[in-house]
């Protein structure tokens, strides 16, 4: 009929619902391997509502996933048959009862139909809103079915052994493996890796195939597939599964190095973008609040479309009451409220925050509550203190990080308690929060904070001071001294390109890009020489053995979104480009114009995008958005909506290193 | 394999999975009609773990009710296949994720196998008990299906019209109509009564019958189907569908008017027996709290089996936290903590209460937290004081009847505390709380309560005073001054048979058993006169048209739990046995031996029964339980076990009316 009637449901419980799903797909060895994390599950008797008024008499059917009644003014309806309604005020309700799925109704009409403008009462908590996708616009579409996309791929190679065949599609990939004429009991063994593939003992991922005209088997990460056995299909193919959305953002350059590093984070992203951003798609195959708070950064560099991103804050916030922290990990909570502010910082959606607020504040007030005497962060019973891997945190009581964090989640929610004009009683109060921290924490001495108090050993190691840059914890002086001391000093060494994200992300606000690009190539530059075709979950280049983990030969994770950080970095340190207030109303470009000589970047700002252009030593800025600021030098030119600035760059600035701006 | 292994689930799981498909049931002119309320979902990620301590090696077999993972001491095992085990310690656990149903593990093995000693953790709270049944003991057993029994029935009479065939089962039933040889689009009208089901514009049950050789329509409530058309099925018939509990109380004397009442009231509640007690088996349908207290009152006289009791407590508990009233009713949430003592007291299985414990405190707090500044009962945003349905009763502010009401659930919880060995603080002062009842609703001239004080009309209705009396919330000579006064008085009549029963339990108490039979003769016996094959929700005797209700023709159900209170009344007052400590470890005997000559009546009590003789003068007590005593004419009896005891009545006693005692 229409197609601005929508499916709606319960807002949230299609998150809730779709993640329970995706939870259940990893295996390990052909075992399933859910989160090892309470999932949630959907209200299952619900009432969606809205009234209307009608001028004329009109006609509208109902469809309901789940046991449905419609009733008008109280007068009772079925669903799926056209009901003619008359003219005057109609409260319209209808009722979805479903313990098997996720209750959802569908109306379709000229003037009555179902979308983000009708409320939902589960009868418990007031009255709310419903929750509906574009994705979701016909009678026939299912709502418990994921709308990914489908592109078919080959082998790229073949090769023959004793066993069988060893199909390599030339990169990592999440896809539908498809066998034809399968005429035997066939074993199929995937792998990320070659080694994998061809290890039938420690595979991670396999199949048993039984005899058919055209298996399709499970969706599964691979670049790899191993089929056993002398009868092989007459065809191989993959059905690629991806989340279509249009890139915007973009770079490359006259560095090749730089440019397959770039392109290689982008894939990696793209391909943990599920319904949710997870961590791997071999593994963990989960939804990670730390993990997804650095895809959002890096997905902001590269869409506009940020529907993925509320899905999975939607998805970690899952249902109150909580009882335990999000992924059962401290941190995480807090990283969960960091996220919901950087969605609205960057996209000025405040109708989102509306929507999750209750829960927020209710995910707030648990980690508010579980505070020590101090009002730190600490270990409470069933709780996960996570902070980084690290040999030498030293982890005795609640750690500095964490405070800062806190601090940092306070700060998050205080401001969009303003912007939501709620009441600021809540809160803590964040200036006295941040007194205590560094009374306990911070040294002044040696100009940084350590990493507890508890054990009287003062260790300084990386991770709060990290946060302390990156969340602006510190002034100017407090924080150069950091960036000297720590930072660029010699406190030991990050191992995990979780936190290595963050703090290459505090290098490059510093302005210490060359330093940033120097280990973006060592490292990230390290797997693509090894052959990697996305970016690993690790990567120590001083080891031979790169592919076991947790106690796995093949247990690593060879596409991890963490692994994505350099799009991240290429585009806001390198080329420059930084949103500098709520929806990208203003930006800032302050292009780096020593190190690389050409290159060119573009990221989504507000309703458009901006894009740098460096060719030797000049400097092209066009604009899609208004709002901009061309930074060079230290000199300020506006960036005009659609009008190309061009400034050229002094010898003396190109031949300066950067990290001496 | 071996009977000793069940389905396990998380505990309370079942009761709630059962409780939403039992919810979506009811439909009305053919549009499904669910609870009004909000219904609980399972936890769809739950671990069940057990640790063993094997001598030597053995082997088990894993099964789940969803997406299923075992793990020996960590190690991955799949499930569905025959797992071999060393000795040692193990701690066997296995994760089942299921979004789609009930969460479930069948562990089956010689020294391994599932049953209610395993623990499950849902990652949410702390780790609790498991649920199970002994109706699924086989892998191939499905928790979703509730374990009920059929018998096929058979027409009584069959009655041809023009429009087709109207078929009469003879008496209320609960069944699968089955037509063989649908040869056309068939119209099926159910009735309870013949005018319903001939009424093919207002019968409250229809379906439409596809043709088919054999046609088993959804099971329904019915006496009468009229089945329309002029191709008539070759055979119709029913599959009575109910829950096989062992019948151990009865009655039977030689008042035909009696038995009948009796038969009918026994029906009705084994009618009315579903996977929980519902208030009736046409509409709504439903589990209300306080018609199930009513259900168990009178459960308890017929079967030792009280996995029914368990199953409605747990069903009606749901899921906490608590947001609203149990089915949105302040009374009934206060019902559910009385019918936890009452199941306690009448079987002694503290267990059941262990496994509850938490999620009764959990509601007796949600109704503490919502009382108002005098410590009353009052109506907050959501609440329905109910009461009952009276035109006279003042129910302007608190109601009294809900304070005694709240009195004597704070009295089962802190009995309840006391035998589970809980600190008692959280509870109210239930002596503060009785002294703050007289102060504002008792009428000390008039020797009775006032309905409610906000009006300043001080009414004096039944219900506040029935309970002071049911809950021996008053002394002795106040109770005699209210049964005086306002029970034996000219208060105006309750007009519910819901209210009915609790006034004539408090008669009965009291001794009035003349008073209480003449009603029940009156009442009940005007419904048997009427044809009733079960009891009606309602009834008055002063109409003429019986079946219209809630602006149905036909929306009064025909078959309503609260109709069996004479089954109560009889074994508990005219045959006068009642347990008097917990587990019935105690019990008397207090037989009625004037109005009715001869009569016999049996009672569960304990792990036995206690059955009462009368013959004209004589009264013979013979009992399977120890610790009972017979009191007759202020005499006490020692009841032995398996031995009979015989005492005459004196003629002087058998005289005097009973209400005079």
Chains 1, 2 share one sequence.
Not at 68 to 85: H, K, S, T
Not at 395 to 413: E, R, T, V
């Amino acid at each position: 009929m229409t197609k601005k009637a929508k499916w709606i449901w319960r807002y949230g419980d299609y998150e809730i619902f779709h993640n329970v799903l995706l939870h259940m797909r990893r295996k390990r060895y052909g075992v399933p391997y859910p989160a090892l994390w309470a999932l949630d599950s959907v209200e299952p008797n619900v009432l969606f509502t809205k009234k209307f008024v009608l001028e004329e008499p009109t006609k509208f059917t109902v469809f309901t996933n789940g046991l449905g009644q419609v009733r008008v003014n109280r007068q009772l309806y079925p669903v799926g048959e056209e009901i003619v309604c008359s003219a005057g005020e109609k409260v319209i309700d209808v009722l979805v009862t479903n313990p098997r799925g996720l209750p959802a109704a569908f109306v379709v009409g000229e003037k009555v139909f179902s979308d983000e403008s009708w409320f939902c009462d589960d009868k418990k908590a007031p009255m709310d809103c419903v929750g509906c996708s574009p994705a979701y616009y016909r009678a026939a579409d299912n709502v418990e079915e994921f709308p990914f996309a489908l592109k078919k791929i080959s082998v790229f190679t073949k090769e023959e052994t004793a066993g069988g065949c060893l199909y390599d599609f030339g990169k990592e990939t999440y896809a539908f493996l498809v066998l034809e004429n399968i005429t035997e009991h066939t074993q199929v063994y995937f792998g990320e890796s070659r080694e994998e593939a061809l290890d039938t003992q420690y595979a991670y991922l396999r199949e048993t195939v039984l005899p058919a005209a055209k298996a399709r088997l499970e969706k599964r990460a691979f670049r790899f597939a191993y089929v056993c056995g002398k009868q092989q299909p007459t065809a191989v193919y993959g059905e690629y599964e991806y989340l279509p959305m249009e890139k915007i953002g973009g770079f490359s350059s006259d560095d090749e190095e730089l440019n397959t590093i770039y392109q290689i984070g982008e894939r990696t992203l793209e391909l943990c973008a599920r319904e949710f951003y997870i961590d791997g798609i071999k593994r963990d195959h989960w939804v990670w609040s730390g993990d997804a708070y650095q895809a959002f950064m890096i997905h902001n560099c590269l869409f506009a479309d940020r529907e993925i991103v509320k899905r999975t804050i939607t998805a970690l916030l899952g249902k109150p009451p909580y009882r335990r922290h999000v992924n059962t990990i401290n941190d995480y909570s807090l990283y969960l409220i960091v996220s919901a502010y950087d969605y609205y910082f960057q996209s000025g959606d405040a109708e989102f925050v509306r929507k999750i607020w209750a829960r927020l504040k209710e995910l707030y007030a648990f980690c508010v509550e579980r505070l020590d005497e101090n009002g730190f962060v600490c270990k409470r019973q069933g709780d996960w203190i996570f902070v980084d891997w690290s040999n030498t945190l030293d982890k005795d009581g609640p750690p500095c990080a964490l405070q800062i964090l806190l601090w940092k989640a306070n700060k998050c929610m205080r401001e969009l308690a303003v912007v939501l004009g709620d009441r600021l009683e809540f809160l803590l109060d964040g200036d006295a929060l941040k007194e205590k921290i560094f009374e306990k924490y911070y040294d002044g001495e040696r100009g940084a904070f350590i990493d507890g108090f508890t054990s009287g050993k003062r260790m300084i190691n990386r991770q709060q001071n990290v946060f302390a840059v990156l969340y602006g914890f510190t002034n100017e002086a407090q924080t150069r001294r950091i960036v000297e001391t720590v930072l660029c000093g010699d406190a030991p060494a990050i191992t995990t390109p979780f936190f290595k994200f963050f703090e290459l992300a505090a290098l490059g606000k510093c302005g210490k890009t060359e330093r940033v690009f120097e280990f973006v190539k060592a490292y990230w530059g390290g797997m693509v020489k090894l052959g990697a075709t996305s970016f690993w979950e690790e990567y120590d280049p001083t080891k031979t053995e790169h592919y076991a983990m947790y106690g796995d030969k093949y247990g690593k994770s060879l596409c991890h979104v963490w692994g994505s950080g350099p799009v991240y970095l290429m585009i806001n340190y390198l080329a420059g480009i930084q949103i500098t207030s709520v929806g990208g109303a203003t930006y800032e470009v302050k292009p780096c114009v020593n190190g690389v000589k050409d290159y060119t970047a573009r990221m989504p700002v507000s309703n458009g995008w901006v894009e740098v252009e460096k060719r030797g030593a000049r400097v092209n800025v066009y604009a899609m958005s208004a709002g901009g600021t061309l930074i060079l030098d230290g000199k300020r030119y506006l960036i005009e909506k659609e009008k190309q600035l061009t400034v050229e760059v002094t010898g003396e600035m190109l031949e300066r290193s950067t990290d001496e701006n």
